[in-house]
């Protein structure tokens, strides 16, 4: 049990809800903050690394690999991946019938 990110050892630094953890993909969170340097991004209270099919409100919430947040989850923009616009889908790839094609 924790109040303080202080009251947690070095290998679960982040004191989440009473607990220690530390802030690896799938861990809770509040706030960025708490979550690791390989799963920076505190989305819906959960710790995520913005890969494929991860949850996220906004593109700046997708990995590089991953970087177009499209109906609440990051895509990569390939052939057949969902798309609002041609700009979530990759390079010279258009955006038909809300599909990459």
Do not use: W
């Amino acid at each position: 049990m924790c109040q303080f990110n202080e009251d947690c050892p070095d290998t679960a630094q982040f004191c989440v809800f009473g607990e220690c953890r530390d802030g690896t993909e799938g861990d809770p969170c509040e706030f960025h903050e708490e979550c690791s340097a390989a799963a920076p991004r505190c989305i819906m209270m959960v710790c995520y690394d913005g890969s494929e099919g991860d949850p996220c409100k906004t593109d700046t919430d997708c990995a590089e690999g991953s970087k177009h947040c499209v109906y609440g989850k990051c895509y990569d923009g390939s052939e057949f991946d969902p798309c609002e616009f041609a700009k979530d889908c990759m390079d010279l790839m258009s955006c038909e019938n809300n599909l990459c094609v």
